[in-house]
């Protein structure tokens, strides 16, 4: 029996866990009491993740779709040269723009997953490149972009150190975070309370969170009129902090006069929320020595994502909070994620568009609502074949129904992941993708993300089961079959041009076939801030010395402040407030259409602590613990329409109709229904999923272009207008 110190790679907090091996198999996952951040903290989904590790459901071998639709085991051989086949076969006849990749939301735990596909499809000149991020955080990076010149610049809540907190749209006590890697964050709430600051929370539902602070209970959709009128108050009572005004931002007369026209009564109706409340909100956390605003996905799914993020970012400069200790502040990575992103061409935004829908590319993605019209759409740059990593777009994203349907005309679809999911019932081939316990890692997508400045990598705990392999290892061997190698153009762009660079291009293509995961980190950690510049810095960091620190090291106490200019890409160096973008969101929101009465209420979803998206169902004490899915809805709302706790409703939008039963809670506001997502398994894989009932939620979820949030290409998910309807059983006679 050996024990192994490793970490969580299923949520943000990234928990520092031991494992115990017994004859090759991971037998328990405890916490790690050593880790210097999480300090023996975890939650149960990474303590069970054992379960999923030893699953007898995983997929362990290649395998390729029978005519009739179930799945037969080939040899890895056969897999990597048929699919390499049918791949050359479609670039020969449509050109390497007909070939996609849907990227889910593990490949970001993951030091290498999502390089090496990133790189695939820039080698093929596609832009088909899709992933979870339009469904989550692309709001977020396109307000980035037009504040800062770089999506990639996200700042974070210095929860550690700030007097107040104002929550929006997020419930860290179930979610343990996110855009934000700080551990266990509910001491650190309480300490917020016991140094005398105050924490609140700003969300239609009172959730776990909200009911451990202070609750504000929003309209859903209502956040961008709360932070109009917050900065009405500010501006209009002169409590804003001018010098950081015109030490940080550009012109803001526009936002100055879209604040003036919305004044806490203006924003009642939006809100739900009375005037006084907004106007003492705003006046206390102006007062406050320090103060964040900080926002998650219930501010990123709506109609106006973008505004409302640019908005967070906008309360937080205009009262002296930004780039400020205890306000929002900039992460302090040993490898410059943002740089490192614009260095390889990543960082960009709205370079090109959709060819259905013309939407802008964020971080290099598009929309991933619109893969179902891309694949269905013909004429040049129609998307035939598609490979979906790490990802569930068919439970994931809006309209998952449809996707599945236009999944069926791809000449080639390929999945890489643990399970046959519901997305790869369609698949030809699915290949078995390594847990994050079976590959050596460290998670750099989140470097930037740590409150405390912090680096760990970790070694496999265990080999592959059967035949999986990891994510970027299949990669490499699919990009052969292809002929490139996928880190050859990120590395090329890294390096720049010069010396160097021409020599690496000679070498390039049989060079970066060798280069792993481990190279790399370890070369951009080396190269990095705190690196040891290849032994010009003896003292610094290298990857031999990571290695010896299996519990990871601590970089800094706290995160830097008075950084802004630095990150700022913008040629003036200023945060860009009155961007032309920004401005028409502005009248957009001026300009509200009228409700439709025939949908009266708003959708919004629900985050559960064992129920992790759509892939931790599987898991046996879910089943045994859980109730399943539940709508909850507001009593109120319920008589209106005759239903009873525990009853079947018929939930109606635009788009689709589902049908759920239901939980009756004051917790929720008025007009308000809540039900979870990643439901409505029916995967090839997962038996106990399967078995588990429940509903798709996004089949409500419009997969229009038009209904797309236009700025991001953002997924309107949450505030969804539906109604309701009783489903009346028929007694038979
Ligand atoms: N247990 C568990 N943990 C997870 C996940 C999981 O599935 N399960 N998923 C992980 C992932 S992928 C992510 S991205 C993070 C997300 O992390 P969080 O964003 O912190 O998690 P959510 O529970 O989605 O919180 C969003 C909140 O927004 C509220 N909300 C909805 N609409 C609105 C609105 O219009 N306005 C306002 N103000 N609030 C609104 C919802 O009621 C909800 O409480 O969590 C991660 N952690
Ligand atoms: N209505 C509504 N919809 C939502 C959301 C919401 O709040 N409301 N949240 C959205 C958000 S924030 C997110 S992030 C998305 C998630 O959407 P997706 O990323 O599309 O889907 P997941 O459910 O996370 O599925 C992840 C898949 O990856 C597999 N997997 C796990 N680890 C690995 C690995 O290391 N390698 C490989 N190859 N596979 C692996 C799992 O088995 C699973 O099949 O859902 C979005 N959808
Ligand atoms: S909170 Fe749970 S799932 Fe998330 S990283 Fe920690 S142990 Fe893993
Ligand atoms: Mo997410």
């Not at 776990?208 to 500010?234: C, F, K, Q, S």
Request: glycine share 10%; charged share 25%.
């Amino acid at each position: 029996m050996t024990e192994h110190v490793t970490f969580c790679r299923i949520c943000e907090p990234t928990c520092g866990t031991v494992a115990t091996v017994a004859d090759g198999t991971v037998t328990e996952i405890r916490p790690d009491r050593d880790h210097p951040i999480t300090k023996g903290f975890s939650c149960p989904k990474g303590l069970e993740f054992v379960h999923i590790q030893n699953d007898s459901d995983r997929l362990l071998h290649p395998m390729r779709r029978r005519p009739d639709g179930s799945f037969e085991r080939i040899s890895w051989a056969t897999a990597l040269e048929e699919i390499g086949a049918r791949l050359r076969a479609v670039r020969a006849a449509h050109g390497g723009g007909s070939i996609g990749w849907y990227l889910g939301n593990p490949s970001a735990f993951s030091h290498s997953h999502a390089i090496w596909s990133g790189g695939f499809v820039q080698a093929l000149g596609s832009h088909h490149h899709y992933s979870a991020s339009t469904q989550d955080t692309a709001s977020r990076f396109a307000a980035s972009a037009l504040l800062y010149g770089n999506p990639a610049v996200v700042p974070m809540p210095d929860v550690h150190r700030t007097d107040f907190l104002l929550m929006i749209g997020a419930n860290p006590l179930v979610s343990h975070g996110s855009v934000l890697s700080a551990g266990n964050l509910r001491p650190k709430l309480n300490d917020i309370v016991k140094r005398g600051g105050r924490v609140v929370v700003v969300d239609p539902r009172r959730t776990e969170t909200a009911r451990a602070y202070e609750h504000v209970a929003i309209r859903p959709d209502g956040d961008a009129w709360l932070l109009l009128a917050m900065l009405n108050v500010i501006f209009g009572e002169n409590l804003a902090d001018e010098a950081a005004i015109a030490r940080q931002a550009g012109p803001i007369a526009e936002l100055r006069d879209a604040a003036r026209a919305c004044t806490p009564e203006a924003a009642a109706r939006r809100t739900g929320l009375e005037p006084d409340v907004i106007r003492t909100l705003a006046r206390d956390f102006a007062a406050a020595r320090t103060a964040v605003v900080y926002g998650r996905t219930g501010t990123c799914l709506g109609r106006y994502a973008t505004l409302v993020n640019v908005l967070i970012d906008a309360v937080n400069l205009t009262t002296g909070n930004l780039d400020a200790v205890g306000g929002a502040v900039f992460g302090r990575s040993p490898i410059d994620v943002a740089t490192l992103a614009s260095r390889i061409g990543l960082a960009t935004y709205d370079t090109y568009r959709s060819r259905v829908g013309n939407l802008p590319e964020v971080l290099g993605e598009l929309p991933a609502a619109v893969m179902a019209a891309e694949i269905e759409t013909p004429g040049p740059g129609q998307l035939r074949a598609l490979i979906v990593s790490a990802g569930n777009p068919v439970l994931s994203t809006p309209n998952g129904e449809r996707l599945s349907r236009a999944m069926d005309q791809l000449d080639l679809q390929v999945g890489i992941d643990m399970y046959i999911n519901e997305t790869h019932r369609n698949a030809d081939y699915v290949l078995p993708a390594a847990t994050f316990l079976e590959r050596d890692d460290l998670v750099v997508p989140l470097l930037d993300f740590q409150l405390t400045p912090f680096v760990q990598w970790t070694e496999a705990v265990v080999p592959p089961r059967g035949e999986a392999r990891e994510d970027w290892r299949i990669v490499t061997d699919l990009a052969r079959e292809l002929g490139f190698a996928p880190v050859a153009g990120p590395v090329t762009r890294f390096i720049g041009t010069g010396r160097v660079a021409r020599a690496f291009q000679r070498v390039s293509g049989p060079v970066a076939r060798r280069i792993t995961p481990a190279m790399l980190i370890d070369g951009l950690l080396r190269a990095g801030r705190d690196g040891d510049k290849f032994g010009v810095r003896r003292s610094g960091l290298n990857l031999k010395k990571l290695r010896a620190m299996p519990h990871g090291k601590v970089l800094a106490e706290h995160v830097e402040t008075g950084v802004l200019s630095k990150r700022l890409a913008h040629k003036d160096h200023r945060v860009h407030l009155d961007a032309d973008v920004i401005v028409s969101e502005l009248h957009r929101i001026a300009a509200e259409p009228a409700e439709d009465p025939a949908y009266p209420l708003r959708l919004i979803g629900r985050r559960e602590l064992r129920s992790h998206n759509s892939w931790t169902h599987n898991l046996p004490k879910f089943r045994d613990s859980e109730r399943g899915q539940r709508a909850i809805v507001h009593p109120k709302d319920a008589a209106d329409v005759g239903v009873a706790d525990g009853d079947q409703v018929r939930v109606y939008s635009a788009t689709g109709v589902i049908e759920v039963p239901v939980e009756l809670s004051e917790d929720i506001a008025q007009g308000t229904i809540s039900v979870p997502h990643g439901w409505g398994h029916r995967g090839g894989g997962w038996q106990t999923a399967n078995a588990l009932g429940g509903v798709n939620v996004n089949e409500l979820a419009s997969d229009r272009p038009e209904d797309l949030e236009q700025v991001s290409g953002m997924s309107h998910l949450n505030a969804i207008a539906v109604r309701l309807e009783p489903v009346r059983v028929e007694v038979p006679v």
